[in-house]
């Protein structure tokens, strides 16, 4: 088997699952928006966009997808130059969002114009299990497979004891939430994690992508529990976002409301990514929606709002 030892991963999940397998020491080069494990923003930066996130609202950056998306076929730029420069053995991308990461146009069109070409291995898990799947497959490219089976049967047997925990127990309605304004639902494994933690999805079915909703939608389904996961925020930035929402007509008629079980999470480290912190993400939703059987939810009060994995908004 070939060994790469060289990578240059084009998107923040891949270069977990590089760190994951144990294959770290061999990134090369990373996205901007590459933030796990600590230490990998030291890394060249490979890509870029024009839409600030951080200071931008929900709105404004749903307008500014859509304009870009209209007139190009990516929102990110990818440095030709510095890919060369860096001269990979192998890249990580996808091609299952055009929202999330570089377009797999732009990235064929630089690697074709490389003197020695990469291989390319595009990663477009839609479910949890896909999710696992991809990350022994890496493992299995960067001859790391025996490492990355091992710790992914761990993965799979955290996932059974938590199903093994709910089994039996009544099944909340839920409702997830992967964009505020406007509200879209949290499609792909997001429905296959909250089934697994004894809840019903009220919006979105396991594999699918998200669609876009109304908050009309969102009210008359009536959701005992609402989780609050814009994609890329953590959970300071989502609860911040989500203080304009009581003032909607019929708010506070939400049977989740009424009971005190709206959650903002941290959509960027366990929900948002296809990586293997999306298991504690499953974890974290148990403890929100039997908080009798996983005793330590979470609350708001944890000292650093990027450890915060829920703030309670209700």
């Not at 930066?45 to 950056?61: C, P, V």
């Not at 732009?106 to 690697?111: F, L, N, R, S, Y």
């Not at 529990?225 to 989502?238: Q, Y």
Request: aromatic letters at 6%; a negative charge.
């Amino acid at each position: 088997m070939e060994r790469y030892l060289r990578i240059a991963s084009l998107l923040p999940s891949a270069t977990e699952i590089v760190h994951f397998v144990g294959a770290g020491d061999a990134l090369v080069g990373v996205t901007h928006e590459c933030d796990y494990p600590p230490g990998v923003e030291n890394l060249p930066r490979l890509t870029g966009t024009s839409i600030d996130q951080h200071s931008m609202t929900s709105a404004e950056i749903d307008a500014a997808v859509g304009e870009r998306l209209t007139d190009s076929d990516s929102l990110y730029s990818l440095d030709a130059k510095l890919l060369e420069e860096l001269n990979p053995d192998l890249i990580l991308t996808q091609g299952l969002c055009d929202v999330c990461a570089v377009s797999s146009n732009v990235v064929e069109q630089a690697t074709s114009a490389l003197p020695k070409t990469p291989r390319v291995l595009s990663m477009n898990p839609t479910t949890l299990s896909e999710v696992l799947d991809v990350t022994v497959e890496v493992g299995d490219a960067l001859d790391r497979g025996v490492e990355a089976r091992e710790k992914v049967s761990t993965l799979r047997e955290r996932l059974a004891r938590v199903e093994e925990t709910v089994a039996g127990l009544p099944r909340s309605r839920v409702g997830c939430i992967e964009w505020l304004d406007p509200p879209f639902s949290a499609g792909h494994w997001v429905p296959e994690m909250v089934r697994l933690t004894g809840g019903e999805e009220l919006f979105a079915r396991a594999g699918e992508p998200s669609k876009r909703l109304s908050w009309e939608q969102v009210f008359r389904a009536a959701p005992e529990v609402l989780v609050l996961m814009p994609c890329g925020f953590d959970a300071a930035r989502a609860a911040g976002e989500a203080r304009a929402l009581p003032g909607m007509p019929g708010w506070e008629d939400l049977p989740a409301v009424e009971n005190g079980r709206v959650w903002a999470v941290d959509a960027n480290s366990y929900y948002s990514r296809p990586a293997p912190r999306l298991v504690e993400g499953v974890e974290i939703l148990a403890r929100i929606l039997h908080p009798e059987v996983f005793p330590e939810a979470p609350e708001p009060e944890a000292a650093s709002p990027l450890a915060v994995p829920a703030h309670r908004l209700a």
